[in-house]
């Protein structure tokens, strides 16, 4: 088959405030990253986009309350 072509993750110019919110409020869950990113940086995402986004990271987040 074709090569996929691989794409920039959307999160991608905002690593440095993700990696920045995670390690100053580790025990976030991704819905509260979620409100955290929106607050702080303007931006809206998917909670399944923040959460591929601790993939490429390497980043952890809370699992459950």
């Known amino acids: 088959g ?5 794409r920039r993750p959307p999160l ?27 607050r702080r940086c303007g931006i809206s995402a998917e909670l399944s986009t923040i959460h591929n986004a601790f993939g490429w990271n390497g980043l952890r987040h809370k699992e459950s309350p």
């Open 2 to 6: 074709p090569l996929r072509r691989l």
């Open 12 to 38: 991608a110019p905002y690593e440095a405030d993700l990696v920045r919110l995670v390690q100053t409020t580790s025990d976030l869950m991704l819905a509260e990253l979620q409100a955290a990113l929106q």
